[in-house]
């Protein structure tokens, strides 16, 4: 393999990895805001709280 080859996908894979690790980022964010925003609980719906299971 050239090392003009080898360095293309090092790059591409490099991005590939880039990539995963912002949407990785994205979802934990997303999920530490809800929390935040629930106070860190879990909440019920309405109904469960009128019918108990």
Do not use: C, F, N
């Not at 591409?12 to 995963?20: G, M, P, T, Y």
Request: charged content about 30%; overall charge positive.
């Amino acid at each position: 393999m050239g090392p003009e080859l080898q360095l293309q996908m090092i790059t591409q894979r490099a991005a590939e990895l880039r990539e995963q690790a912002d949407s990785h980022r994205l979802a934990r964010e997303a999920q530490q805001a809800r929390k935040a925003r629930s106070g860190g609980k879990r909440r019920r719906g309405l109904l469960g709280k009128i019918i108990p299971a």
